[in-house]
Each structure stands twice: as structure tokens, then as C-alpha cells.
């Protein structure tokens, strides 16, 4: 019954029943006992824009209309408010067509590329700050109550990343409360699902969170700004591109964030201290170990 309630509110709850994501593997273990492993899948999925072929991304293969819709929107290959036609899958293929309105050649973009520091080899196109110039992120407060709030939600939340690691989760977040639950090989994959989510259901991001697992590179947070969301928190580290793009855009950047401890290293004039730090409970040894091989 616990598991059940620990997924109770959200919009989209992690898939640990859907059988198509994992495969049990037999192998032994360090005293040679025989042991049967739940291990991640992954599959390609081209991602078309109308006529044109723009990437094949390796994926968990759930959600590969929120998946494309969420990668075309960060790449600026889709304007905001942008009206689609039609989103195609084939399953057989492993292919999904996006459709919109207006004509799209995105070809001398296309030619333009950038291989990212994500764990399953993310791509960007083109100007990595194209779109970005002019944006300016709400100043909404952040409570420190709902920081801690959160990752106990989250951490207690059954994922695959709890069953079977060598996965990421992305959680879009408002106020104290989890709303959407994303989970893929990537990292920059777990985003772009919210980030179509967000696209298809017109979502207001002006008081969002986007908290993920992984680590808070420029790719994560030039995503999250795209997206429009003030904040991205994150239970692993940051590089130094990725902190000097949120202080230029004006982002709350938190990471480290285990137990009772964060750190922010941009943004820090949103943070409401409301939090009692004694009555914030430690990680427990489990999610410690998890959270050890979560900076991929």
C-alpha cells in the first residue's frame, strides 16, 4: 500500500510496472551466488520534423511524443505557443513525426552541432544561447521548507532509478508538491519529456521547480531556461559553465542536495529560510548509495 501512496499526486508518476523497461539478466555476485539484475533498457527513436530528419536519441522508449515535442521546443526548432498538427508514432520504426503549421527547414542548423556531457551522448544544434538573449526569469521566492519537502517526496517515490539505477529522473515541481515525474538513460532525455509535457498542456512556468539527478551542467541549464523555469535543483554537482550561465540568466542553481544540506551558487536572493533544520531527517544509507552513481 506505501508504494501506491508514494506516487499519490502526481500528474505523471514514474512506469516501474511497465514491463517494456527493464530486463532481468542473470550473472552472479561478488561471492559468486547466482543473482538475477533488473537492468534499463534502451531503444533509438528518430525524431522527425514534419519532412525532416533532425536526431536519433537512445531512450527508455516511453513518452516519445513528450520525448520529441520537448527536444524540437529546446532546440528552438519549435516557437512558443507554436501549433502542431500531429505527433506519428511507429513503434516498429522507432520513429516519431512531429507536424506543425508553418514550413520548417532547419538544415544549415542541423549542420552545426554539439556533443554534450551527457551519459547517453546528448546533442544540441546550432548557438547554444540562441533564444536566450532577452529572457528574463521570474523572481518568485523559494522556501527552503519546500526544497526539503521535496526530495523527501521524491526520494521515497518508487522509480526505476531506485529499482534498477543507471537511470535519471526529472521532476517538475511547484511549490512543496511533485507534479510530473520523468525518467530516461539521459539526463537531457528525462528534461526534454517535461519540457513537452509542459509544451502540449500550455503550462505556466513562472512558479515551477525543475529538480533532477543529475549533474547541473550548461546543457541542464540553458534547458531549464528555455523552458522558462526560475529554478533547477539537483541532488549532484555543477560545472562552472553551468553556474556562470544561471548567474547570467538570472537562475536558482542548487545542488548537493542531501538530508538536512544544499548548496546554491546562483540565485541565492530568491531562498526564503523557513526550514527548522531539526526536524529535516538525514538521507538514508539507500538513497546515499543511489545518489553515488547518479552524476552520469
Not at 544561447?129 to 521548507?145: I, N, Y
Not at 509535457?197 to 529538480?211: H, V
Not at 544509507?285 to 552520469?296: Q, W
Request: aromatic share 6%; glycine share 10%.
Amino acid at each position: 500500500m506505501a508504494r501506491l501512496h508514494d506516487s499519490a499526486g502526481y500528474l505523471i508518476a514514474p512506469r516501474i510496472d511497465d514491463a517494456r523497461l527493464t530486463t532481468r539478466i542473470s550473472g552472479v555476485d561478488e561471492a559468486g551466488e547466482p543473482v538475477d539484475a533488473s537492468v534499463i533498457t534502451e531503444r533509438p527513436l528518430t525524431i522527425f520534423l514534419n519532412s525532416q530528419e533532425i536526431v536519433t536519441a537512445m531512450t527508455i522508449g516511453d513518452y516519445p511524443d513528450y520525448l520529441a515535442i520537448g527536444f524540437l521546443r529546446n532546440q528552438g526548432m519549435l516557437a512558443p505557443g507554436e501549433a502542431i498538427t500531429g505527433v506519428d508514432f511507429d513503434e516498429d520504426l522507432d520513429v516519431v513525426v512531429v507536424r506543425t503549421e508553418r514550413e520548417t527547414d532547419y538544415e544549415e542548423k542541423l549542420k552545426k552541432k554539439t556533443r554534450t556531457s551527457g551519459c547517453a551522448v546528448g546533442t544540441v544544434f546550432g548557438d547554444m544561447m540562441e533564444g536566450l538573449e532577452d529572457v528574463r526569469l521570474p523572481q518568485a521566492e523559494l522556501r527552503t521548507s519546500w526544497l526539503y519537502a521535496l526530495a523527501a517526496k521524491i526520494n521515497r517515490t518508487p522509480s526505476l532509478y531506485l529499482e534498477a539505477g543507471a537511470i535519471h529522473g526529472t521532476v517538475l515541481c511547484r511549490g512543496e508538491e511533485p507534479l510530473v515525474y520523468m525518467e530516461d538513460v539521459g539526463r537531457h532525455n528525462a528534461v526534454d519529456k517535461v519540457a513537452g509535457w509542459m509544451f502540449m498542456n500550455s503550462t505556466e512556468a513562472a512558479d515551477k521547480i525543475l529538480y533532477t539527478t543529475g549533474r547541473l551542467t550548461s546543457e541542464m541549464v540553458l534547458k531549464t531556461a528555455h523552458m522558462g523555469i526560475p529554478v533547477l535543483v539537483s541532488r549532484s554537482g555543477f560545472t562552472a559553465w553551468g553556474v556562470e550561465l544561471a548567474q547570467q540568466l538570472g537562475m536558482t542553481l542548487i545542488g548537493r542536495m542531501r538530508g538536512k544540506r544544499f548548496t546554491c551558487l546562483s540565485g541565492a536572493e530568491r531562498l526564503v529560510y523557513d526550514a527548522d533544520l531539526a526536524g529535516v531527517a538525514e538521507e538514508s544509507r539507500k538513497h546515499r548509495r543511489k545518489g553515488a552513481t547518479s552524476d552520469g
